[in-house]
């Protein structure tokens, strides 16, 4: 009887809904415990994603396996050592220095508002900028005293996070190696309805979406390094990796060039107008020229989706103990995931009910 029982669809929803909750309840009971591992695992698979697509190029062009991956590997660690040598003593020098010309910037700031608040005064306007300025400098000032005890926190915690990097980079190498076994024996466990699908839209999302995204930071981060050398920008190195590293996350990027554009005119108006200009050409012709070939439409959602998204998924991030910072690199795709899902769903019962 209870065989030919068939639910309306609102009702599935319905019930779907409570054991989605609940089960993502349990997971949470369950990572809290053992954090931060859970976001070292996942940065690893992430990472492990990335280096499988340029392994199966290599294979594909007839290198054997075990050699494609030796080599994917070395490239990988010799250019982090190259970033290590070259690039992260530029940033941490940079910021350092950054963090000591703040505060002249802000003052500078102070004054430039008392100017304007002047020249209202002077045509009759009714603009009170006084307690505007010195709420700006207090609040700025303190956010420079945090970021630069963050800084030496980090510094201090240089052991700890060593150890992390480590163990992320050994298990990246063991999925890597592993990667495609691991994958076929968890999906052995969904019901084989539904098992190509899910393998097919992991593999398609997640690997193409990272690695586009990643590239695409990379390409972004050089272009603005070598426009803002040759534009002599102060602090150009640093600003030109935190421009092009906020592309993982939607949106981010244009908040981004928009705060270091700001406070750059604090010192000189020149100098944050040419950054403006310089970052946005700059990303214009990435995302024009570079972004369509590299990405096409693996996303498939519409902005105000990922606008959605992107919030509940750092939240959910911080709830399952992964941070905020994982939780907003894998909301899009996995909610790009769920709607392939959804819509394979959506097909199935319209099938369903013509069929009836």
Known sequence: MLERLVLPPWLKVGLALPLLVLNLWVLRQLLLPLAPFPALFVAAALIAFLLDIPSRTLAGLGLPRPLALLAVIGVTLAGLALAGLWLVPRLIEQLG?????????????????????ELAAARGLPTDFGDLSSELLSRT???????????????GATLSLTVNTLIVVVLAVFLLIGGESISQGLLQWLPPAVRALVGQTLNRTFRGYFAGQV??????????????????????????VAIGFTTLVPYASALTIT???????????????????????VG?????????????????????????????????????????????????????????????????????????
Do not use: H
Request: proline fraction near 4%; aromatic fraction near 4%.
């Open 97 to 117: 220095e950054l963090i000591t010309a703040l505060p002249g910037w802000l003052a500078e700031g102070e004054v430039l508002l008392n100017r304007v608040q």
């Open 259 to 281: 705060a270091v554009s700001v406070l750059l005119a604090l010192d000189d108006p020149r100098t944050g107008i040419e950054v403006l200009v310089a970052a946005i050409s």
């Open 141 to 155: 000032s303190q956010l420079a005293s945090q970021l630069s005890q963050r800084l030496l926190g980090l510094l």
């Open 215 to 240: 590239l695409l930071a990379l390409i972004l981060s050089g272009a603005q390094i070598v426009v803002f050398t040759l534009l002599a920008i102060p602090y150009g190195v640093l600003f030109a």
């Open 284 to 356: 214009q012709v990435v995302d024009q020229v570079i972004q369509p070939r590299l990405m096409g439409s693996i996303v498939g959602l519409q902005p105000a989706w990922l606008l959605i998204c992107l919030p509940l998924g750092a939240r959910l991030g911080s709830l399952l103990g992964l941070g905020d910072l994982l939780g907003l690199l894998l909301a899009v795709p996995v909610a790009s995931c769920a709607k392939t899902f959804l819509d394979s769903w959506a097909r199935q019962l319209r099938q369903g009910e013509q069929g009836a």
